[in-house]
């Protein structure tokens, strides 16, 4: 049997009790993978990540990370078990600077390797590493997106899943951000990410699976599905209508 | 004679600051006001009273008075125990009233009218268990200094002297510190503070732990500049609040700036009006920095 990196059973989760926003997902994200999950506005992709992450209530179903039963697990545990989660808003502290944000993150690493990690991160993101003093608040939609980032890769985790990384950003550093995500993903990361631009997502993604109504509709490779007109036509049709 | 009136403000500030700096970290942190926390100052202020009275009995030699000070060693070794027992107390409090509130997922009103049921049972049972009548930490009258045209006790100025070695021991906690930047990033995003590894359940407990230590060494201090009774957390809880809001909810060093303004205000009231003002300085101060300025000289507007 080959290591399942992210698993969920029939999971169901919603913010209220009697409101279940996803409605019995079960995907199954082998290690090394990269799974972009599409689907139109309000299909629960955010809610679907962050049950996953722990940041909303799951309400049946498991959640597994790396084999591990995870579902009732809060998210600073789920961490230490090789997940971090870029969410789709508010994804840096605001009131820390750069420095503090890697910093935070870093705490839950030895003492010993905590700076060199941190150096590594700034290497990776020279950009950061130029005005760590900075308050995060002040810095550009491109520049969180970086922080963010590297926030979430400073414990090495083993699976990174993000919400929407280039929303709002311009098409060419949309481009870095994906460029960037393959090279992670080559490193070894597992990669779950939540995307609406369609096309650049499965140009680096291997596989997709499309959410509807908070239920997996469409699951295929990457290249099956770019070229699957009915699936694009679905998508696209309840896009429209959800926008 | 107006020096006087400053410092009789400043002793009274600093103890007013550092009450309020544990409601500013449990309002940050907890996103609640606790109307209680007035009672952990009481109660640090009895616990130090059983604790030395203890000491006192145990070895009479802890009761003498230390060279200028009203009181002997048992009073700085009943402050750590009151600190101690005072943060467990509400540690309990949190376990049995407003954890359980927390993972109903309740109202902020909920919590808040559960601090003032709390509030009430925590002073009931100070006055149960030790009467209404007030006491103190040492028998003797003091000696006042004169410096020029002021006077001070050595108590007042060692208190103002430990009230200014703990806020800024706290400012290097909360600025400096994985602790700190913890907690300040629980109190922007507790969600976000998690996916960063962040056990939000231990800063709760941290929060609540040097909040209600604050608040016992607030307490020794009134008790010890003052008197002990079971109202005087009740008696401190407008100014707590005026002070941590004038200080900007969240910012410990404005809860300590707010605390000194607020009492400051009240000793030049009671100079210029009389005593009888003091209570309304306090309510005078909150009402007009909500309506100018909501967010506090050093909170950030929303
Ligand atoms: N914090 C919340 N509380 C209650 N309901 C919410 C909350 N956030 C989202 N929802 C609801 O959950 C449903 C799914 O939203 P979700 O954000 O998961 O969709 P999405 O697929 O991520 O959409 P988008 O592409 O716009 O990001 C929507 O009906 C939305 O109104
Ligand atoms: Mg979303």
């Not at chain 1, 003492?111 to 993101?125: H, K």
């Not at chain 2, 006001?33 to 009479?60: K, T």
């Amino acid at each position: 049997m080959t290591a399942q990196a992210l698993e969920t059973r029939a999971l169901v989760a919603g913010y209220e009790r009697d409101l279940p926003i996803v409605r019995g997902v079960d995907l199954n994200v082998r290690a090394g993978e990269f799974v972009v999950l599409l689907g139109p506005n309000g299909a629960g992709k955010s809610t679907l990540v962050k049950a996953i992450a722990g940041l909303v209530p799951i309400h049946a179903g498991a959640v597994l990370i790396n084999g591990e039963d995870s579902t009732f697990s809060p998210p600073h545990q789920k961490i230490r078990r090789g997940l971090a989660f870029v969410p789709q808003t508010e994804n840096v502290f605001a009131t820390l600077t750069i420095e503090e944000n890697l910093r935070l993150a870093a705490d839950i690493l030895p003492n010993n390797v905590r700076a060199r990690r941190i150096d590594e991160l700034y290497a990776m993101f020279p950009d950061l590493a130029a005005r760590p003093g900075r308050r995060a608040g002040q810095l550009s939609g491109g520049q969180r997106q970086m922080l963010a980032a590297a926030r979430a890769l400073i414990v090495a985790p083993s699976l990174l899943i993000l919400d929407e990384p280039s929303a709002g950003l311009s098409p060419k550093i949309a481009a870095e951000v994906f460029a960037r995500l393959q090279a992670i993903n080559a490193t070894g990361v597992t990669i779950v990410l939540v995307e609406q631009n369609v096309k650049a997502a499965l140009a680096v993604a291997s596989r997709a699976v499309i959410l509807v109504e908070g239920e997996a509709r469409h699951e295929g490779s990457a290249a099956e599905l770019a070229d699957d007109p009915i699936v694009a036509e679905l998508y696209l049709g309840a896009a429209k209508a959800g926008a | 004679m107006s020096l006087q009136v400053v410092i009789d403000g400043l002793v009274a500030g600093a103890m007013i600051g550092l009450g309020a700096i544990g409601v500013t970290l449990t309002y940050s942190i907890l996103r609640f006001a606790n109307f209680a926390h007035g009672e952990f100052i009481a109660w640090g202020a009895y616990f130090a009273l059983a604790v030395s009275g203890f000491l006192g009995v145990l070895a009479p030699s802890l009761a003498t008075p230390i060279g200028p000070f009203s009181f002997g060693w048992s009073l700085p070794i009943a402050a750590l125990g009151a600190i101690a027992l005072t943060a467990a107390l509400a540690l309990l409090v949190d376990a049995l009233l407003f954890g359980p509130l927390r993972a109903k997922g309740g109202a902020i009103i909920i919590l808040v009218m559960a601090s003032f049921g709390a509030a009430l049972t925590l002073r009931n049972l100070l006055e149960f268990i030790f009467t209404s009548r007030p006491a103190y930490y040492a028998e003797g009258l003091q000696i006042a200094l004169r410096f020029g045209g002021v006077r001070a006790t050595p108590d007042a100025l060692l208190c103002l002297g430990v009230a200014a070695i703990v806020v800024v021991a706290m400012r290097f906690l909360i600025a400096k510190t994985a602790i700190g930047r913890a907690m300040r990033a629980t109190s922007e995003n507790p969600q976000l503070a998690g996916l960063a590894g962040v056990d939000i359940r231990k800063i709760v407990r941290i929060v609540w732990i040097l909040g209600a230590g604050l608040a016992a060494i607030a307490g020794i201090m009134v008790g010890l500049l003052v008197q002990i009774r079971p109202t005087m957390g009740l008696d401190l809880l407008l100014p707590l609040f005026a002070a941590a809001i004038l200080g900007g909810i969240g910012s410990a060093p404005g809860a300590l700036l707010g605390g000194l303004i607020v009492g400051l205000a009240e000793s030049i009231t009671v100079r210029l009006i009389g005593a009888e003002w003091r209570a309304a300085v306090a309510f005078v101060i909150l009402v007009a920095i909500l309506l100018l300025r909501p967010s506090g000289l050093f909170g950030r507007p929303e």
